[in-house]
């Protein structure tokens, strides 16, 4: 199989998006008739993202379902978490299980094992603060399961600039210190197309920082939230794409799945937004080349940034 | 109900411990007989907590499951994480759930009302990388449902020098910068002993950095892991207490619930692992002294360290 960089910058290419689509479900924005039909509030959450992921899958490169949401409803929801990274996959979808897990020596392997090997997702967040040893056993069984990482880097809230921005004894800022570490190890699980399976966590709300970071992480795909809702704009993802507009995907979750319905059904609204986010990113992407971009190498876009 | 840091401090004094034990199950290490008598891994678990609960409860004044060991087996090893957690609570102990969660504003509410409130769980470990703002639902949540939080501060891995012991601009380390934002959040959810309901992970490993740590945080709970098989050693701990004697649990695993058996059955191989973890770290806490100690006030240890 190939390395898990590799099946995504291709299914980017073949579906001409780099929109991830969040799966974050709320029992009280979940559609009413979708309450009416299920047993209780994990099946809802269950038959709800199976919903949205029949209508976005072929607009969308990856679904990104956050962990938090399902175990609000302890081992029911975790069952609902499995089951819609199951039904993602089977559907074609890259799926990204958003757990944020942090731990040390056989903990984290017993958490790599966890997402990596026992579940169907293709690659799972991680937080670093631990240290870089506590991040070996997810590289190790990335690597061995083709699968892959992002690594938190500069989150999208205000508060990431506390520790991640944090200024060091030389002057640069942790996430400086950090991306250079990433970039070390991602040489390790590069694929065929320039990028590492190894990614990172670059928030929507930070372009500044994100050009930054951009320069030390040219072979690094990021993953993006905080675009939508969290109040990032269209005009600021060029930051987080590298100079031939690749190597970036976005998230949106709740100006996806809880669109404005405006009269439409919220079917018609989920598809309405996933396309409407997919056309915004691509714009910028092709703004002054007129080309569709491709990953690497083919066509350069000439960006005025 | 009294703050979580006035119930783990009464049951300290009342128990005479500062022994918590971390229940990280592996099916390869727990016992053929337990095996044999379960339907499943997650069962076999399940079994194995309830047999070292019955066990350590007159000697640990915690017990810690490490959620990764039970994630491992997806959702049915959640159901026996919470399981685990209630049986726990009915047998009076209290319960750390060792979770590590971060995220960020509806999502750490999300996993907030998940541990906090939704389970029995009495605290949890949370990694604080995100920022301050990451923190604050757990924060809200502990207080209105008089639950506790571990914040990772130093772990006890080697590579937690990576980060967490960074040197900043003023020369100064993260984890001390870090530990000032804990001391000022602590001052909310103070209990009538003198400590808040908001402690810190130090691990065990890191001795000399705990006595700057434990300067910075006199009215925090640490909670140390990496005693016993990470190599810590008793006299070590001194540096993770006040100078009363107070302020810590000391945290083993592997050592105590996988001990050498040495011709007795496990069930007394863990009875008296337990006991001589207990009765080592009260003879390093009472040594000087001869009296038992205190939390805050009553009678201080004369301690030269």
Redesign the interface.
């Known amino acids: 199989m190939d390395n898990f960089a590799d099946r995504l910058i291709q299914d980017i290419r073949r579906k001409n998006s780099c929109v991830c689509v969040g799966l974050?479900p709320?029992l009280d924005l979940i559609p009413k008739e979708i309450i009416d039909q299920s047993k209780s509030p994990p099946d809802a959450i269950f038959n709800f993202n199976k919903a949205i992921i029949d209508i976005v899958k072929d607009d969308v490169v990856a679904v990104k379902p956050?962990s938090?949401?399902y175990?609000?409803?302890?081992?029911?929801?975790?069952?609902s978490?499995?089951d819609t990274i199951d039904y993602a996959h089977r559907q074609g979808l890259l799926v990204i299980a958003d757990v944020?897990?942090?731990?040390?020596?056989?903990?984290?392997e017993?958490?790599a094992?966890?997402?990596l090997k026992?579940?169907q997702a293709d690659a799972i967040t991680i937080?670093?603060?631990?240290?870089?040893?506590?991040i070996e056993p997810f590289v190790k069984l990335a690597h061995e399961e083709a699968k892959g990482l992002f690594i938190?880097l500069k989150?999208?809230?205000?508060?990431?600039?506390?520790?991640?921005s944090?200024?060091?004894?030389d002057?640069t800022r942790?996430y400086q210190?950090?991306a250079e570490?990433i970039a070390l190890l991602g040489k390790r699980l590069l694929g065929k197309n320039g990028y590492s399976s190894i990614g990172a966590v670059v928030g929507a709300t930070f372009p500044d920082q994100a050009k930054v970071i951009r320069k030390l992480l040219p072979n690094t795909v990021f993953l993006v939230p905080g675009y939508g809702r969290q109040g990032a704009k269209a005009e600021d993802l060029l930051s987080y794409f590298n100079p031939d507009c690749s190597g970036a995907i976005i998230n949106a979750s709740r100006s996806i799945i809880y669109p404005e319905t405006k009269c439409r059904n919220w079917q018609d609204a989920i598809r309405e937004a996933t396309k409407e986010m997919k056309d915004q990113i691509n714009k910028i992407r092709t703004q002054n080349t007129g080309f569709i971009p491709n990953a690497f190498g083919t066509v350069f876009c000439i960006l005025v940034y």
Chains 1, 2 share one sequence.
């Not at 175990?71 to 975790?78: A, F, K, R, T």
């Not at 944020?100 to 984290?108: E, L, M, N, V």
């Not at 937080?127 to 506590?134: A, K, R, T, V």
């Open positions: 974050d709320r956050q938090a949401f175990e609000l409803y302890l081992s029911d929801g975790v069952r978490f499995f944020k897990r942090s731990d040390i020596g056989s903990t984290a017993a958490y094992e966890a997402y026992n579940s937080n670093p603060f631990l240290g870089m040893d506590s938190l989150t999208s809230n205000p508060g990431s600039e506390d520790f991640q944090i200024v060091l004894k002057g942790l210190v950090m570490k």
